[in-house]
């Protein structure tokens, strides 16, 4: 199967000389091309730092990553833009927008950067997208008209504006109620299914056990791993006692 | 405690700390300056009066003269505390050699004069009379400022050998704006000297009571004394003396008050963004009991130790710039009596701005009490006011670059925050453009109309003494032969006597000829154009109390006339007192006798000047630009340099707080900025967008500046220079000024955002996103 990010041996430290903290030891991570990963964790356990490291938005110490074929840590600093921009799209906990612009605005904004000629084709792209994630009516709101939730999927319209090849999660239900989350998680699950990868971190179990693999993290590195496979709909509940299960056992 | 406080404080934010005492220095330094010139400036002017003695009456006088008659008149005369009247000996420049320099060029009227008997004395640099020996020659001291002379030089006067001995104040004729000056020598020398010049008269009176100078000016125009020559009073003295000077403070003191303008807006800003930062502590210290006035303290102690700090540094500054500036006024009019009074009221200066600062401070802090600690502790930070209306579209734009969009879009959704660059932005272009307008204004040729004299190249005079009749034709005769002259006009300046309501007589000088060929500036109304009409200057128009459309009786050869005044103009020449008119009169007596001279090429003017002094050897030949050159250098150089510094002032200031602000902002747009890096948007998009912020401001800014220049700081440098009679100015600008200044500025905003937005770069993703 295709490689879509290749981690080797990473290693990541925050702190200065006096008081150095290693977040990630030696961390090796593969992300194929289609697959929906979650990477799962106590506080702390450096899961964040992996995802951030991954996407090219953190430096590493040492090791390397590498996006399909090119190697991230040698990319500059407009490169890595460029694929962030192009190649990856970005799904934080609490969505951070442009206060000034509608909803359809910042949703249209990464792909406007290259492509204003095409301002029609990027809006409609974008209406089509909000209908999708069930948030048609909004566009012309504000920011601050819309509930967590709404803009969430927002966020997401946004991150897949530009076709990406990975959409990244970081804790993009975290801040939300249980029935909210679902339907995030939901939209996520119907961009999977179209083709996108996708890479979530989370320490909701139930978020965890509708992906296909489950990474769990603890002190900085990976110490486990859950395969369960595409989704079908009635064995939710058993796949959220196994990762539960194996979460506790990380755990202690 | 707070010491500490402050300490911490003061270290954490080191630029903008520092930044706001600098502009607490800068504006306390040029009250403070302001005050120590002023009050020198007329310090000086005053002791140079007292010193001098100057006459508070003068009537110069060229022709016969009845000495006695004057004597009696001044005996009876109640007024007259003392009288005299002193030779002045009229020698061209050609004749004049000061060391290795000549005269010749110059447009002074050069006199010769013994020390005075009783009062209007020539004064030493320590301010005593001084007593010329044999073979000395005592110079004007302007001589000296431009190095026409030093002492020890040898001066040749009409073939006779002098040695420069010292050089003189002279409480009338100092400043370069009178147009003659008054060389000393010994008796001795004088009565040798005294075959080789004309000989002018200076009438003098002391009077008891000046403040009834009107009277006396109509008493001396009823005996019906010597008059053939403009009449001056200690008044114009004073103003003359301290004009050129006046203006430069004048100058100072625009640029004082926009900085203190300027030093607010930044305490706004710090203070203002300050506060949010510190939002939750506030809360919280409101939530655990402190009181608000508790609170107030710890803000007012910092901002108070930085007043202080700054306050002491400009009180510290000024007194050493003050030095450089005092020593033009010094030189000129010796030391001020008040010089103890100007530290002082330096001092008080000082202390306004420093009361000011507390007091605005304590008004910015009046926010604190809108405050809820709940919703302080709870949210973090005041909610920005959320933008419900859109109305413009990056979805529907096409015409701007997105990263122009984001910029320009963002300035006008947080119109408050970008308010006080833009008001920056707005004072340092008014500041900038302000002084060099004037400079403009008054250096470019035209400014000579508000003065009262048209747009000429040249000027022929011939006076009255010199048999005009003869002359007059000998002069007519060559100029319309002379083919290099475009055109020229006659006009004669004839004395009248004007009928005043009640009942008396007062000397009035018309010039009589073509106003139309040689236009000037009127303060109101227009030239003469009927025979019945009489334009007045403005000296003239308040002492006879016309305006415009009022009548006023002449007494003309055909016996009494009513003129109508048909326009008001200013005129400091003469004495300010003259009027124009266009009516033909053969029998009142001729003073002098003008042509207006308009050259086809204007290069010309220094080989014509010489052609026709040659051909014509018994008239002045005036050259226009030489001679406004002379009598203003003085006031340009100092508007110049005024303007220099204002220009480097309001860069340094442009330049200064677009980095600040910008640093601010990128600090206070940190998770945005790193919303957008994480988005894709690269390290040049985000420098794109804020250097589009500061652009778009600039060009508000600039517009808003250039707009408020032209209107505001049109009467405000009006104003300045209404002390030349000049009523009302329209700058004469220059493209290079519109055009350049806000270039300077867009180049310095520029740097500043470059520089300011760095760390935007620097700020890293992860850290900012999760919160």
Sequence with gaps: ?252 | MYFRMIRNDFLRNKLISITTMLFIAAATALVSLVAILTVNLSGSIDTLMKQAQVPDFLQMHAGDIDKERLKSFAVENENVKAYQVLDFLNIPGSKIQLGENSLIDNIQDNGFSTQSPHFDYLLDLDGQPIQAAEGELYVPIGYMKDRTAQIGDEAIVAGRKFEVAGFLRDGQMNSPLASSKRFLINEQDYKELESEGTLEYLIEFQLKDVSKMNEFETAYADAELENNGPTLTSTLFKVINGLSDGIMIALILLVGVLIVIIAFMCIRFTLLTKMEEDYREIGTMKAIGLRLADIKKIYIAKYGLIALVGSLLGLFISFTFSEPLLENIRLYMGESQYSSLSILLAIFGSIVVFVLVIGYIHLLLRRFKKISAASAIRTGSPKEKTVRKNYIFLSKNSLFTTNAFLGIKDVLSRKKLFLTMLIIMVASSFMMIVPWNTYHTVSSPSFTKYLGFGEMDLMVSIYQSLEPNEKEKEVADYLSKNDSIDQYVKITSKSFKVKKEDGSEEKIVIELGDHSAFPIEYNSGNAPEKRNEIALSSMNASEFRKQVGDTIEIITDSGMKRFVVSGIYSNIFNGGKTAKANFIDNTAPTMWLSHYIELKNPDQIALETEEISQALPFAKVTDANNHKKQVFGTTIASIKIAAIIALVVALFITGLVSLLFMRLLVAKDRSTIAMLKAIGFNNQDLSRQYATRGIFILIIGVAGGNILASTLGESLAGLAISSFGVEKLTFVSHPLIYLGCPLLMLLVTLLATKLGTKQAGRIAIAENLKE
Excluded: W
Excluded at chain 1, 108 to 121: F, G, H, Y
């Design chain 1, 1 to 252: 199967m295709k490689r879509i990010i290749d981690g080797q041996q990473i290693n990541k430290c925050f702190g200065d000389e006096q008081e150095k903290v290693k977040v990630l030891k030696d961390v090796s991570v593969t992300i194929y091309d289609g697959e929906f990963v979650s990477v799962m964790g106590p506080s702390g356990s450096g899961k964040s730092t992996l995802l951030y490291t991954l996407s090219g938005m953190d430096t590493i110490d040492n090791g390397d990553v590498k996006f399909i074929d090119q190697s991230l840590t040698e990319c500059r600093e407009t490169e890595l833009s460029d694929i962030r921009r192009q190649e990856m799209g970005f799904v934080f906990q609490h969505p951070i927008f442009l206060k000034n612009l509608t909803i359809l605005d910042n949703i249209v904004l990464p792909a406007m950067r290259d492509n204003r000629k095409k301002v029609k084709e990027l809006s409609s792209k974008a209406q089509q997208l909000m209908e999708k994630t069930g948030i048609g009516d909004l566009a012309y709101r504000m920011t601050s008209q819309a509930s967590g939730g709404q803009l969430q999927r927002a966020g997401i319209c946004r991150a897949l504006i530009n076709e990406p090849k990975i959409i990244f999660g970081d804790e993009p239900t975290g801040a939300l109620n249980s029935i909210a989350a679902q339907e995030i998680l939901d939209n996520f699950l119907q961009i999977n299914k179209e083709g996108t990868t996708i890479m979530l971190v989370t320490h909701d179990a139930k978020v965890a056990a509708q992906s296909e693999r489950v990474l769990f993290m603890k002190d900085g590195q990976i110490v486990d791993e859950l395969l369960l496979g595409k989704l079908s709909k009635t064995k939710v509940e058993q796949r959220v006692e196994s990762v539960t299960e194996k979460m506790l056992k990380v755990e202690i």
